[in-house]
């Protein structure tokens, strides 16, 4: 069983910057890839980006490719989102997730294990 919490979500003005952190529970960390997806009000959840169990693998949506950078810590048992040059767009409750694999996925439904989620706000 793992437990994901997020944290770092907020307001903040369109360009600016935000980094959230999804630090999970339990000792097998490093045997999960891990996932950060998004959904805004009266729209599907969507994929964001998505980091391997050691961290030399991402892959990001389209929308946020050269804005957004996925890191994690095994150590810290901590996956981040470092999210620059916000739009109003990116506006939605983030979540993180983790799937008992090497590599990670860009579907939802592929996931174990989800958190309970971080609401960013992008201003204009």
């Known amino acids: 069983q793992v437990q994901l919490a997020e944290s770092g979500g907020g307001l903040v003005q369109v360009g600016g910057s935000l980094r959230l952190s999804c630090v999970a529970s339990?000792?097998?960390?490093?045997?999960?890839?891990m996932g950060w997806f998004r959904q805004a009000p009266g729209k599907e959840r969507e994929f964001v980006a998505t980091i391997s169990w050691s961290g030399g693998s991402t892959y990001y949506a389209e929308s946020v490719k050269g804005r957004f950078a996925i890191s994690r810590d095994n150590a810290k048992n901590t996956v981040y989102l470092q999210m620059n040059g916000l739009k109003p767009e990116d506006t939605a409750v983030y979540y993180c997730?983790?799937?008992?694999?090497?590599?990670?996925?860009?579907?939802?439904?592929?996931?174990?294990?989800w958190g309970q989620g971080t609401q960013v706000t992008v201003s204009s």
């Open positions: 997730a983790a799937v008992r694999a090497l590599y990670g996925r860009s579907v939802g439904a592929e996931y174990d294990y």
């Open positions: 339990g000792r097998t960390f490093g045997r999960y890839a």
